[in-house]
């Protein structure tokens, strides 16, 4: 057997004194990441016993609506591209891209 290996990916979040987070700092030193400023942030953990998803949502309080707006955007194209890799299901992963051309036109955010 191959020895095990374990990775981890941490997360710091700054509080103000109404515990509202200013600062978001993250490390995934596999990937070469270290202390890097992030605005806004979504973390998902499916709970198998539960049968649900557990979930973090954080933004500071100087992120810009606009750029929410296109983290959104942006997050729902991965999310559609992951579901596609996970099931192989061709019908539902056009689907879920097609709402988020939807969802971009209606927000009128630019393609890039």
Sequence with gaps: MGKNYTSTIELTVELDENRVPEK??????DGGISKEEAKAMMLAVWDS???E???????TKDMPVDEMKVFFHQTLVEMSKTFHRATQDEKM????????????????LKKS
């Design 24 to 29: 978001l700092h993250w490390t995934a030193e």
């Design 49 to 51: 016993k539960a049968q």
């Design 53 to 59: 998803t557990l979930r973090i949502d954080l933004w």
């Design 93 to 108: 992963s056009a689907t879920m891209m097609d709402f988020c051309d939807y969802f971009a036109e209606k927000l009128e």
